[in-house]
Each structure stands twice: as C-alpha cells, then as structure tokens.
C-alpha cells in the first residue's frame, strides 16, 4: 500500500497520490484502489492516513455559520444583494438586517445599506438550488463605518482559521484593535487608527508566512509589539 | 512529403512532436490562464469562474457547465480570417468542449458556469489539440476540481506513413487526420475524429503513436503547472521578518 508524494508536496489532478487502504478527505477522490488528487495544490496526509490536497487557488462555497465580509451589490425592494467572492451571490432579506419592520413602499433600503457598503454578516442557510441567505441580526455582525478590507487566497485564510487564531487575537489585544476574519478570505481591520501600518504588517505575516517555525516566529514579534 | 532519410518536412521523424512550451497564469483578469507555444501554433486559453450563469434559464440544477469559444484572431493565418465566428470555429468549440467536460467535475458547483475562451494567435495545423491541452492547463490553473488532465495530439498518415502531431502543410496534403484527445493517468479518451482513409491496423498504430506523444506532452503540462506554483510556493516560504 505505498504513497507515491511526501506530504507537503505539490500535486496535480490526475495524480495518483496512493494506492490501497487511506481515507480519501477535502480534494481526493477513490476510483478502486487509487486515491486521485482533484486539484493543483498541496498534499496533506493525516496520522490516520487521511489524504487531503488544499488547493492553491480555493473556490469558496458558503456554508451555513461561516462569518463572512459582503459587499454589498445590488439594493431591491425587501432585500440586497451581497457579493460574498464566492460563485453564488448571498441575499440578505430585510427581516435579517433590522430589528422591526419597516413600510418598504416608504422607506428606501439605500438609507441602512448602498451599494459598496462592506457588511460582516453570517450565512444562515444555503441548499445549492437557491443562492445563501445572510443574516446581520446578531452582535459582531452589520455594517462596517470605518477600517480597512484586505484580501487573501481563501485557502490561506482557512489555514490562519486552522492554526492561527491565538495569534490575531493576540494582535488585537496588544495593537487595541478588532480584526474579522471572513472565511471567504476577506478581512477587516478597524479601529486601528494610528497603528494601521503595523497591523497590516503582522497581519501579512501571520497569512502568508507559513515556512518551517514561522509561527513561533511571528508569536515572538507580535510579543515585542507595543501599542 | 517524406523525404528519403525519413524525415518530415519541418526535419522531424515521424515519431516527434514540434518543441512545445506551456506557461501558465499570464493573464491576471481571468481565474486561470495559459499559453501554449506548439511548433509555430501559439494560442492563448482564459478561464472564468465558476461564476453566476447569465442568462439564468441556461443552469442547471445539479451541475456546473462549460462555455468555450474557440476562436482565431484576423491574422493568425497567412490569409485575414475574418473576426465573426466561422462554422469551424463553431464546431471546434463545441468538439473542444466536450473534450474537457469528463475531466471537470461539474457536480461541485450546481447553477453556476466555466467560461473558456481560446484565442488562437497563430495557426499552423493541430490547433484544436493544442487549444485542448491547454485549456485544461487553464482549468486546473483557475483551481477547478478535476479528475485529471487533458492532453491532445494528432496523428496522420503522410505518403503512407504513420506520423505524430501534424502541421498545416501535412494536415492539407497528407491523407488522414486523426486528433485524439484523453485522459492520461486515467487511460480514458475523451475526444476521437477521424477524416481521410486508415485501414484497422493503421488506425490502432495510430492511436498508440497518439498515446506516446499524449504522454511527453502529459509532462510538458504538469511541469508547466508546477513551475508557477513552486516560486509561489517559495514566495509565501520567504517570511518577512
């Protein structure tokens, strides 16, 4: 029963990643006894002989309860449309936004949220056969006044999400600010101010350094941080 | 057109591919991209998506589908082509199409659309597989999940003989064409057309020939792909402390 790649090595779909008795996970599939990557990326094998390949280029697909940063696309008359960097596009249904309801025939929907607005929001239902719904109505979640949005690959913020979380909150208590991580690899930085820079700064280490010790290199330098 | 020594009009052996070169991701719009250089073809592939299907009536419930336009720009041929979509450009998009949708696992991304768009920059024979081998380089650049690679080659019958990865001047004066395209760690074909004459035994010498090239060329695509991703990989390895 041999595995033909090291873990942590680059693979191609098509490739025959082993061969026998494994457990095919995220991104391998099993056509009789061999065990196919599906995507170009990195091949991980678990102690339990787990085989899993993260891809390079992740697609994101919204799952129920995942936070995620919208921005906002389109304003109808009882909902908006939410560009969540995903294929399907997220409705956010005026029940999910406001606390009491609202004339809709009086009120216009541009006066809570216009087009280009950056909400935090979180998935409360998704099938495939319609596209997510969002919600806003709960704390940490809704509109976002002031800050800076950033962007990664989706498949480095599942990793940070995996490993790293210890890590940002410790930027935020030590730089006195609040960092969202959206699981479709959007994230916002706010009440930075001043100390802007320097978050931006950790921040890019903490989502693109993933060379052997960087966490405890970068565990190290948020300690010497200062506000 | 097979000279004494054996040796074909361009110098090759009957047995040789044209030097072929692959790079990928040099478009930054598109999700995923390639250009692929083949003898003098040079043709560029563009992926998009999966992204929202407009117009909607055209999804599908339970699957992604692929658009593909083959196209060949005015002066890609000796001769201007003229922009519009030509009835063989129609077809080989569709043929083209068809030949990367097994490999594509479609099921992952009900309603939603992959767009490919091939333009061919230079023409000279052999331009629906080169377009093939590198869309799916293209696909598998965009981060789709697929099964596995596709790769294309043609094969032909020139004076009688048997030779591998046909030029313009052999495709129109030789007398057969066989472009064959699969899936080659799976053994699986996933486009085959024929026009001219082979008799049985020619036509199953012929798409062994087909397979040994498939499989140099098979190499050329997965050094391509990771190539790109092997100085990324090192970029994010860097560290910035």
Known sequence: MPIFFKSGSIVLPGDVIAEGNYRASEGVTRTDNKYISLYLGILRIGKSGSLSVIPFKHIYVPEVGDIVVGKVRDVGVTSWLIDINSPYPAVLQLSEALSKPIDVTKVDLRQYLDIGDVIVAKVIEFDYLRDPMLTIKESRLGRVTEGLLLEFQPFLVYKVLESRLKLIEEVKSKLKCDIIVGKNGRVVVMGAKDRLLRVVDVLMMIFEDFSAGSTERIRKYISKLRD | MILEDGRRVDGRRPDELRPTTIEVGILKNADGSALIRQGKNKIIVAVYGPRELHPRHL?????????????????????????????????????????????????????????????????????????????SVALADAGIPMRDLVTAVAVGKV???????????????????????????????????????????????????????????????????????????????????
């Open chain 2, 59 to 135: 999804a599908l419930p339970d699957r992604a589908i692929i658009r593909c336009r083959y196209h060949m720009v005015p002066f890609s041929v000796p001769e201007r082509k003229s922009p519009a979509p030509t009835r063989r450009e129609i077809e080989l998009s569709k043929v083209i199409r068809e030949a990367l949708e097994p490999a594509v696992i479609l099921s992952s991304f009900p309603r939603t659309t992959i767009d490919v768009f091939i333009e061919v920059l230079q023409a000279d024979g052999g331009t629906r597989t080169a377009s093939i081998t590198a869309a």
């Open chain 2, 159 to 241: 004076d009688g003989t048997l030779v591998l990865d046909l030029n313009h001047v052999e495709d129109q004066y030789g007398d057969g064409d066989m472009p064959v395209a699969m899936m080659p760690s799976l053994g699986q074909i996933t486009l085959l057309q024929a026009d001219g004459n082979f008799t049985l035994e020619e036509f199953k010498r012929g798409l062994e020939l087909a397979m040994q090239g498939i499989r140099r060329l098979y190499e050329i695509q997965k050094r391509a792909l990771k190539e790109k991703y092997s100085s990324l990989a090192l970029e994010l390895r860097k560290g910035r402390s």
